[in-house]
């Protein structure tokens, strides 16, 4: 059962479309947040996502997030996820869901906002984090800065500059506080990770979701590292898993048994 169009936070403009399994009951619940740079896309891109996983027994609310169309967006995009989770707290129960059970989930900008959502949440606000599924993200800002900065992409256009408004050399604080990787700390020790990268992705680095593996197993986090061979960009929201070669068909059934796992 889809409940689409739903009004998570009216001050903020949240909206969501809540994916929920068949039967009576409270679901455990993914919160699933969207890519697209920062500067487009829609939480309908994971709409397959919600389906697929409604199917089998989790629901999927995927939220909104106002995005760099007008301008700089920073910290507003990260307080509009952090709306979603309050939602959730408020409104999960009553909705059919399990609040005891949630994870995250995002794919490119989608997971550096789910990464940093995890790791700032406001425990009083916010229901307990149990997993983060983190699909092709970005975890160190500054790394990705850098990395456009070689391919010679126009300061107007690079994503992290519009997003955060200001260049790291500007700003460093800024970045510091906006890459996930700079909030691991042991706080996160039992949380169950999946980071998910394709192995010919020229948008974002496959080290960046290494070297944050790496540094959540520092923390204590449990990290579940997967490789998607061949894989680039943009895969995750533009292809149908129902086709059998397609990376999306190859990772599902990996993703279903983590969060199946993590949230059992």
């Known amino acids: 059962m889809l409940k689409a169009d739903l009004t998570l936070n009216a001050a903020r403009e949240v909206t969501g479309d809540l994916y929920l399994p068949e039967g009576a009951g409270r679901h455990p619940v993914v919160v699933a947040i969207h890519g697209g740079g920062w500067r487009r896309g829609s939480r309908k891109a994971l709409a397959q996502w919600g389906h697929f996983l409604a199917a089998n027994g989790i629901a999927m609310l995927a939220t909104s997030y106002r995005l760099t169309t007008s301008g700089a967006v920073w910290p507003h995009n ?40 995890t790791l700032t949440r406001d425990e009083a606000k916010s229901p307990p984090i149990r997993a983060l ?60 990770v999946q980071l998910i990268h394709g192995d010919h992705d020229e948008d974002i680095e496959h080290a960046q979701s290494e070297t944050f593996a790496l540094r959540l197993r520092q923390g204590g986090a449990q990290v579940q590292y997967v490789t998607v061979p061949g894989a680039g960009h943009l895969w995750f929201s533009s292809e149908d898993m129902r086709e059998p070669t397609s990376h999306c068909a190859w990772v599902a059934p990996r993703l279903l048994a983590f969060l199946k796992q993590s949230l059992k």
């Open 133 to 192: 599924v983190g699909v092709y993200g970005v975890y160190d800002l500054v790394r990705h800065w850098q990395a456009d900065l070689i391919k010679n992409t126009p300061a107007a256009e690079d994503p992290t500059i519009r997003m955060l408004g200001a260049t790291p050399i500007d700003n460093p604080r800024l970045y510091f506080e906006a890459s996930p990787i700079s909030h691991v700390t042991h706080a996160v020790r039992g949380l169950k």
């Open 78 to 117: 990260l307080g509009d996820v952090a709306a979603a989770l309050e939602w959730l707290q408020a409104q999960g129960a009553t909705n059919g869901l399990d609040i005891g059970h949630v994870a995250l989930m995002g794919a490119s900008a989608g997971a550096h906002l789910a990464a940093l959502a």
